[in-house]
């Protein structure tokens, strides 16, 4: 199975966290694959980085939605304390079932 069409014998959880942790623009045949989180490495541990790490999320889940494998995509993060943030995810299939995955991204790292 490809993780480019993110098929459904996959499960949707191991879907969510590949696209979570794929670079976005890492594949060439699918650059619109993956997310952003890796940006916010740098960025400094305040509440815009936790809004911004919503609307990533956000974005790289959306192809769940485009293909139908998905109804709803919902994030929320929070600074744990000033070197990472913990984003939960919620999504809801298209059967209706919920689907929840949590995981830490470091943030404040000065390169």
Do not use: H
Not at 4 to 17: D, H, M, R, V
Not at 46 to 57: E, F, L, N, P, Q
């Amino acid at each position: 199975m490809s993780v480019f069409t993110l098929a459904q014998p996959s499960s949707l959880k191991e879907n969510i966290w590949i696209l979570l942790q794929v670079r976005r623009g890492a594949f060439w045949q699918r650059p619109t694959l993956g997310s952003k989180l890796y940006q916010l490495r740098t960025a400094p541990a305040i509440d815009a980085t936790a809004k911004r790490a919503v609307a990533i999320v956000e974005e790289a889940l959306s192809i769940l939605v485009i293909q139908g494998r998905a109804s709803c995509v919902s994030a929320t993060a929070s600074l744990v304390d000033n070197t990472r943030l913990q984003i939960n995810v919620i999504v809801i299939d298209s059967a209706g079932e919920k689907n929840e995955l949590s995981t830490f991204v470091p943030v404040g790292v000065i390169a």
